[in-house]
């Protein structure tokens, strides 16, 4: 996916900001369920904050497990902050 300009890296953070993540990814790690999960997510709200628990890092970084996601979610990764992350995909025309 093609970087986000500034504004609208802002208005998503913006959105964001204050909403609870949608999408808990545990122990099992990044499964299909969680990948359908957030795909549906990001179909209905172009849009979505997901939390990795420290269960699902397993010894790998959270940036490499983030960019894996948006890369099979095909989304634009936003922002990591901690352990939580914001992926954002605009309706196709």
Known sequence: ?????PGKK????????????TV????A?????C????KKQLEKNKM?????LKTALAGNETKALVTDIAQK???TL?????HTFMLYKPHKK
């Open 48 to 52: 979505v904050k997901a939390k990795l």
């Open 24 to 27: 808990l990814i545990g122990k």
């Open 29 to 33: 790690g990044i499964t299909e369920r």
């Open 73 to 75: 979610t095909e989304s």
């Open 10 to 21: 802002w208005y998503v953070k913006n959105q964001l900001a204050t909403a609870s993540p």
């Open 1 to 5: 996916m093609p970087e986000l300009t």
């Open 78 to 82: 936003v922002e990591i902050r901690g």
């Open 35 to 38: 990948l359908s999960e957030i």
